[in-house]
């Protein structure tokens, strides 16, 4: 056996009869035993929701939440961000230890006919000039209120979801589904963008990035893409989604767009695992890309029971993921931001999605546990 296939072995926990009759001299050396040592723990539990309230931010410390996703501070119309805001918003976070690392920037999720500054993914110009000049003075007051990172989309369509599901075993929970078989017989019509290649989707977000990415770069303040929710079929409502239909590829191409610190990706799980065929185990090797990369900024820990073209989303404990190895992963590449959850089922009594946030940060927390002591 050769030494580097025994190191595999011993790697992949398969040592057993494989290393009957090797010779002592075969066993690594103290250096390399280091290098292949987990890493130390850098990332922490987060939150996306519920801006900088006061019931807020007290909701989050009572749960041990100390870094967050603000929201956004008020808009001065024409201008951008109000910059006096912003910095109340992060002394507010500071009364309860709480550090407030990132924004949304106002490209959403929420789909190109109810977008705030539509004209960017329309690729309209000279009305997304003007509207890149916003987003470049939002950068500005981030980078001055100390925000690491902003959130943001390049979508057309929104996110997209056929049905409820309801699991009596989980209480009656309900569950988000996407079944896109359902949904091609629901016969939506275009939106306003009409027929888009992932051609144009690439070209209309290097426009973007061409010019927001400098202003990043000189107030150090990341940009974290969150792919599209779900990744689709070609051509689905006349958009190619430009993280579709190869998730992995797709992001792969958007990686290497620009080879800069301040270029990355809201890195959520769960809409990662919406394109994969097989998610608990083709999610390993993309964080890992990524991961080496340094490109991935936020994580949203979401599961599914499902993929591609069919799931539904639930709690992490009994998606078809396991989040211990996914956690693993992230400390192995020494991912350091937030891990959040950002979608959580739901219940029609009252309080219900406080308890699932809840009931994520107390999961999300053991994990981070876990994963440290391994390594302590």
């Known amino acids: 056996m050769k030494r580097n296939s025994f190191i595999k072995l011993i790697s992949a926990g398969s040592v057993g009869a494989a290393t009957v009759g090797l010779e002592p001299v075969l066993a690594s050396s103290p250096a390399e035993l280091k290098k292949a040592a987990p890493k130390k723990v850098l990332m922490k539990v987060g939150c996306q929701s519920g801006g900088t309230t006061i019931e807020n931010l007290e909701f989050k410390a009572r749960h041990g939440v100390y870094n967050i996703d603000g929201g956004a501070p008020k808009t001065i119309l024409g201008k951008g961000w109000d910059l006096d805001d912003s910095?109340?918003?992060?002394?507010?976070?500071?009364?309860?230890?709480?550090?407030?690392?990132?924004?949304?920037?106002p490209l959403a999720s929420s789909g190109i006919d109810k977008a705030e500054y539509p004209n960017i993914m329309l690729g309209k110009s000279p009305e997304r000039d003007r509207e890149i000049e916003i987003l470049q003075q939002m950068i500005q007051v981030a980078g001055k209120t100390g925000i690491k990172v902003l959130n943001y989309n390049t979508t057309i369509l929104p996110v997209l979801r056929t049905k409820k599901t309801v699991d009596a075993k989980r209480g009656n929970a309900i569950?988000?589904?996407?079944?896109?078989?359902?949904?091609?017989?629901?016969?939506?019509?275009?939106?306003?963008?009409?027929?888009?290649?992932?051609?144009?989707?690439?070209?209309?977000i290097t426009y973007l990035l061409d010019r927001i990415l400098p202003v990043a770069k000189e107030y150090k303040v990341k940009l974290a893409n969150h792919i599209a929710d779900p990744p689709t079929p070609v051509g689905y409502r006349g958009i190619t989604r430009w993280n579709s239909p190869d998730v992995f590829?797709?992001?792969?191409?958007?990686?290497?767009?620009?080879?800069?610190?301040?270029?990355?990706?809201?890195?959520?799980?769960?809409?990662?695992?919406?394109?994969?065929?097989?998610?608990?185990?083709?999610?390993?090797?993309?964080?890992?890309?990524?991961?080496?990369?340094?490109?991935?900024?936020?994580?949203?820990?979401?599961?599914i029971k499902g993929g591609w073209n069919n799931f539904q989303e639930v709690y992490p404990d009994n998606g078809d993921m396991n989040f211990l190895h996914v956690v693993r992963a992230l400390r192995d590449v020494g991912f350091n931001g937030m891990v959040m959850p950002d979608h959580v089922p739901h219940h029609a009594a009252t309080g219900s999605d406080l308890q699932a946030f809840s009931f994520c940060y107390g999961y999300i927390k053991a994990l981070l546990q876990t994963v440290t002591d391994e390594v302590s």
């Not at 910095?87 to 920037?105: P, Q, V």
């Not at 988000?176 to 209309?204: C, H």
């Open 175 to 204: 569950y988000s589904t996407w079944n896109y078989d359902e949904a091609v017989k629901q016969n939506l019509p275009k939106t306003i963008a009409g027929d888009v290649s992932i051609e144009q989707m690439f070209e209309r």
């Open 87 to 105: 910095m109340k918003k992060k002394e507010a976070c500071e009364k309860y230890g709480i550090s407030l690392d990132a924004y949304h920037f």
């Open 249 to 303: 590829k797709g992001i792969q191409r958007f990686a290497k767009l620009y080879d800069s610190p301040y270029h990355g990706f809201n890195f959520c799980i769960g809409s990662i695992a919406e394109g994969l065929k097989d998610p608990k185990n083709d999610i390993m090797p993309i964080i890992k890309w990524v991961g080496e990369r340094n490109q991935i900024f936020n994580v949203h820990l979401r599961n």
